[in-house]
């Protein structure tokens, strides 16, 4: 199955121009998808990630499992104006 | 030590500036900048007050890490009775202000009264003198500060002042200092504007000693060594706070056409990589630099330079180079929310706000408002002057911010703020307010903390008052949210306290905090001790709105929030459920069910 991700962080390994699209097994679950980013932070921060317009919770990331076509947006830890 | 221990009084009804002793046992309890500032404020004035009459004070005010080596120590507050809210109101900002007054040797300048003719302050280490203003009243913030620094022959000099909006006493006036930073909110120019106080310069060369040098060095050395590496770190660094915008449009947060929509169309013409595109005219892109305010190492200020054949700035040799912005704030309020996506619009729309001291966000929110007014026909173009007020019109977004920056035409009623150009045009349900002040760039429907947060806020919507970003942004639901929001309430209460910034975020808690303060000052300063401060501070604010009037019962967000689903994004479907989170809130903080604190925890607190 293929999904399409946009990526905001400026960190993202896989997707250094920020977007593309991703081959997976089926059965693949987010938190699988967020660890091939390769968003190197400090373990504690919490990239948000959604998933089709939803927000998956961080303790929700390891049971979502992604389906063919899903359009996946991840940004940064960021906060201020 | 680390305070310096002085007060710089200034009489300006009778023209005299005399050193007072700081209080410090006030300065144990309330740390700084935000907290001792607000102390003194509420100590010496009646909480009902005109906010624009000589009863009134300005305070500016730097926290005990001002002017040290701490990193992000560049901060400093006005703090005064607000003329746009009612409420108190404790304006921040950064640039090299603050250090500079800290350097001299003051801890807090407080102004009084009313000057007969327009005059600015000089202060020279100890030395402090009234001067006549005359000959700059009338004049830009980028023409006053070269002037200043150049009649006293010393470029190292650092100013503050106001601008036109300022002097015409615009509820949405904001000080400048460094030419492009703002204490930006609440309205805090008009109230200098209202004293005939035009400017502020300051030199200082005293420095600023420490408790314990090697112990502070090494405290400031691993919270900087821990900010350093962080993704929030690096990305402000290299995109600013204008790296926001795609989060808040890909999330549904994004307030546009005055909160109507909560996602806009034209984000890529105007999000933060949209400014490093070069442009067709000279193959340059907007963002030319970066900047960082006294002691900081996020550097997340912008320096942008506009294409010089638009033709807003064609001829104007003054907008044809780097200035500061653009930011998230300004870029959202002049952008989405007024459905504009000229980026060139938006850059012109920010230097003429620093020109003239206004504050981005209520400039262009209020413009929001007013678009929505003419949009139903509740004012038309014989109230506008003639320009045509439309949702997404570059020209009037020009057109308005050169009224509203001078003053002048329907430019005096955009300088009311939101709250009060609805209000007279028969349409108090379209201002996007807090406590009669304008949202800054997050939709309560969608970010459900950002709401609670805003509802609760001292100083009427505001989006440093505390920070729910990681949860909001993980969940559209309630959970959890009064608990983060009364949690960094007392923790930015606590960083505004002490000057620092607030934006190291989750990546400072209180414990890389605390061994700074310990190292820097008189006593031990424990985790609990600081976080006690910060609860104690927000505590008193609280009571002194209450008492001005602005309590509990205004602990709401507008109709719009509260009953209109949000039409797309993450919150399809959803309204802000305030309802569902002050309860738990107030219990929290320990007040009773209708929201006001119980005696035990003023008691508690120290404010019994």
Known sequence: ?81 | MSWQGKILRVDLSTGSCKSDPLNMEWAAAYVGQRGLGSKYLIEETDPNIDPLSPDNRLIIATGPLTGTMASTGGRWSVICKSPLTGAIACSNSGGYFGAELKNAGWDMVIFEGKSPKPVYLEIKDDEAVLHDASAYWGRSIWEVEPALKAKHGDPQARVASIGRAGESQARIAAVINDLHRAAGRSGVGAVMGSKNLKAMIVRGTGGVSVKDPARFMAAVKAAKDKLDPSERRIRLGKFGTHAMMDATHSFGSLPTRNCRDMQFEGVKKINAKSVTVPRMSDGKPNLIGTKACFGCTIACGRMGLIDPTYKAVEGKERYQKGTGGLEYENAYAFGPMCGIDDLNALMYANMVCNEDGLDSISFGATLSAAMELFEIGAITTKETGGIDLSFGNADALIAMVELTGKGEGFGKEIGLGSKRLCEKYGHPELSMTVRGQEFPGYEPRAMKGMGLAYATSSRGACHLRAAPFVQDFSSTTTDGKAEVVKFTQDKNALVDSLGLCTFPGPVWDPADIAPKLDAALPGDWPVERVMACGERIWNMERLYNTAAGLGPEHDTLPDRQLKEPAKSGAAKGQTADLEKMLPEYYELRGWTPDGNPKPETLERLGLG
Request: charged share 25%; hydrophobic share 35%; with cysteine.
């Open chain 1, 1 to 81: 199955m293929r999904i399409s991700v946009e990526v905001h962080a400026i960190t993202c390994g896989l997707f250094p121009s920020g977007e593309g699209e991703l081959d997976l097994p089926p059965g693949t679950v987010l938190a699988d998808v967020l660890n091939r980013l390769d968003l190197k932070t400090d373990p504690d921060e919490v990239y948000p990630a959604l998933v089709n317009g939803t927000p998956i919770p961080p303790g929700e990331r390891d049971q979502t499992v992604l389906r063919d076509g899903d359009y996946l947006v991840v940004f940064p830890p960021i906060e201020g104006g």
